[in-house]
């Protein structure tokens, strides 16, 4: 009795997913077709991308409020560079360039000036929204090429590429997170910072990396999210952190460092995808979908904090 307690608190979030499965499979037989399981991971691609980002920072006790203002500007300037130059390989270089430097920005303020990451990254995400609104001038980038289009909505052997996008981005985060010495420093310094400090870990140096590999999954889904709709517009990205954060903590991620995985943080996207889609399907007033979201991410939070 005592083992399966303990299975059940290990693998919370993946029972929280089965049985939301089985709750809107039975509400609504739509649900299993293989047409609307396909769209609820083209879904979630964009989120799942930068809420695998997202959770480099938190594990290691700290939050990225500007990954949506990242995915704004990263895609606009996606989105001029491949209309100046018709180059979709420079556009996406350039675009992740631009994101592994804000994230930069975020990991030097934070890590350097000692201020807190909500407050650096809440400051950080009005100035790059500010910035957009600038470099666009406040009116959408489009007309892109067909070429640069298909990131968004290609598919291979029937899969769509956000979807392998996001498979491939989950490979690398898991290995660099369970195989490289750097994810043992993020855990380590999660756990306890003045320890990893006291061990010899650069904490300043895998703080700000951590933010550079956030700004460039938003960046990631920047590409992917201009390339989807045809467009880049300063408004892209809105409310995009929420989720994204909602996403890690369901997934079991601490959000007092230490403790998560990018597994989880796949777990936790996919419920919110599930249940948006169930909610959609059911035709629930979004006003009260948020409602159930916000609840759903309430319980999330009270259970991590009564696990510890």
């Known amino acids: 009795m005592a083992t399966l307690k303990k ?6 979030s993946l029972l929280g997913l089965i049985v939301l499965c089985i709750i809107i499979a039975l509400l609504n037989p739509r649900f299993l077709t293989i047409s609307n399981l396909r769209n609820v991971f083209t879904q979630i691609s964009v989120n799942t991308i930068i809420a695998m980002g997202m959770t480099f920072v938190i594990l290691t006790g ?15 300037v996606a989105a001029s ?4 130059t018709g180059n979709v390989f420079l556009s996406i270089i350039v675009a992740l360039v631009i994101g592994g430097l804000i994230g930069a920005i975020n990991g030097v303020v934070i890590s350097k000036g000692k201020l807190q990451p909500f407050i650096a990254t809440l400051a950080t995400m009005t100035i790059f929204r500010g910035v957009t609104y600038v470099f666009t001038n406040g009116i959408p980038i489009s007309g892109l090429d067909q070429s640069f289009m298909i990131i968004g909505n ?15 981005i ?3 985060a898991a290995y660099i997170l369970n195989e490289m010495s750097f994810g043992r420093y993020v855990y380590a310094i999660g756990g306890n910072e003045d320890s990893a400090r006291l061990s010899g870990i650069s904490v300043n140096r895998i703080k700000s990396m951590v933010y550079v590999i956030s700004g460039i999954a938003a960046a990631f889904s920047g590409i992917i999210v201009t390339s989807r709709i045809g467009s880049a517009g300063a408004t892209a990205g809105t409310g995009y952190e929420l ?9 079991g991620t601490s959000l007092s460092g230490g403790e998560g995985s990018v597994t989880g943080t796949i777990i936790g996207a996919l419920i919110i995808g599930v249940l948006n889609n169930g909610l959609n399907l059911m035709n629930v007033n979004p006003f009260y979908q948020s409602i159930v979201k916000g609840t759903v991410i309430l319980i999330a939070v009270l259970l991590d904090k009564r696990n510890k």
């Open 81 to 84: 560079v491949m209309k100046s």
């Open 7 to 12: 299975l059940a608190v290990k693998y919370k």
């Open 154 to 168: 290609g598919r291979l052997f029937g899969i769509p590429y956000p979807i392998i996008i996001t498979i491939i």
């Open 62 to 76: 700290g939050i990225d409020l500007s990954v949506g203002s990242i995915l704004a500007f990263s895609g606009a």
């Open 170 to 172: 989950f490979i690398i």
């Open 243 to 251: 989720d994204a954060i909602a996403a890690v903590v369901i997934g």
